[in-house]
């Protein structure tokens, strides 16, 4: 069976992800991130999201990126809240977090290299998004040729690995039409940068905001409010 | 002053790119990675090189690679020995760690944007080397355009991060010579794959056999012999 080798955040994009991927007939194998983002919350969900897809295994790993800090995510420094649609895509907000999918995309293709994946999922999106720089098209393009350069089967051009970002191009009410059709329950997933006590989503940081964009469109009721 | 971010493993190759950048007058960020290795003890190596070269700040940033495996480095595997230099530059060996100059130069990029350095300096050698794709002109050329594309300062089109690798081209005699005329003490480094008891250099394996190459072409003894 092929294996694909998954960026799960736990968040609404990754969980549609994992859901595109099994459909596709992957055996999944997620990677979730300890970076010491302040919403550590979705760890959890990504959890139990690779507990509801079956998958065949979930590596959980630790990177201490607030050693690094640099971002809103990974330091005391206040989330930005209350952010008009057009000011969340107009710019590189301080949740921008210096390298992350360097880092992450790196790691992921250490392990699909070394359990003979020949496809990474990542989920980032260029529509409904805040403005990363390593989220764009031409970002995923860049990482690809460096995929096939870096790696043993890459040299040995047998079998390539693959970076696929179906969601690229979706918007955020696409994404989540997608997920339901494939039967993902939005309800396990978090997607809040700064979630109140127990956990509960903010619902006024760029991520919450993007969030309830999408399930307006989609015309249906976030079950997480 | 200018700041470099210095990929600093303790071997001989880095110790010398400290000694070519320091004379470039950049203040030195060297980053040494605790990946799990089975030669922990180039660790030492390097905190010793950063104190002689005074530099601003060592960070010693632990990633489990022994997690995701794949090399000999960092599972139980045997390290080859006794190879000629034919076959050590002939195809891609054991030691091999997958994607890991992606993942370090993803973690120096990190801390390249966060502290507002614009240089990165990297070790890497196509002449007297072990095969490693990601060793290549070509893999590093990948990687500075793909920091172009990653980051804030890349993708704000100021002040972009390059990516430096002044020993690609040299032969391990070469390299010598460069670093004794700049003052370096190879007596501190550590190059060995596999050190023997009180972390002695085994004198086998491939690391072994090309250093004691440079020496023999550098015309000098290898201090640590």
Redesign the interface.
């Known amino acids: 069976m092929k294996k694909a080798v998954i960026l799960l955040s736990g968040g609404l994009d990754s969980s549609t992800l994992m859901a595109i991927a099994k459909q596709e007939g992957y055996e999944l194998y997620p990677i979730t991130f300890r970076y010491g983002q302040k919403h550590k919350k979705e760890i959890n969900s990504a959890k139990k999201i690779a507990s509801v897809f079956k998958a065949k295994k979930h ?1 959980i ?5 607030k ?4 971002s809103s995510l990974t330091t005391e420094a206040p989330v930005p809240k209350q952010r008009k649609l057009k000011e969340i895509s107009g710019s ?1 907000p301080s949740t ?8 992450f ?3 992921a ?3 699909a ?2 359990i003979g994946s020949r496809a990474i999922f990542i989920g980032v999106n260029s529509i409904d998004w805040s403005g990363y ?2 989220c ?1 098209p ?2 995923i393009k ?2 690809q ?2 995929t096939d ?4 089967t ?3 051009k047998i079998n390539k690995i693959k970076i696929l970002a179906p969601l690229i191009n979706m918007t955020k009410g696409e994404i989540i039409k997608k997920g339901l059709s494939l039967g993902v329950d939005y309800s396990i997933t978090h997607s809040c940068y700064d979630p109140i006590k127990d956990g509960k989503p903010c619902g006024m940081c760029d991520s919450c905001i993007l969030r309830k964009k999408g399930f307006a469109e989609a015309g249906i009721k976030d079950p997480l409010t």
């Open positions: 590596m790993f630790d990177i201490d990126l050693k690094i800090g640099g590189i921008y977090v210096p390298a992350r999918n360097t880092i995309l790196g790691i293709l250490a392990w290299e070394t720089p390593d764009r031409e970002y860049a990482f040729h460096l350069l870096a790696t043993k890459g040299a040995e």
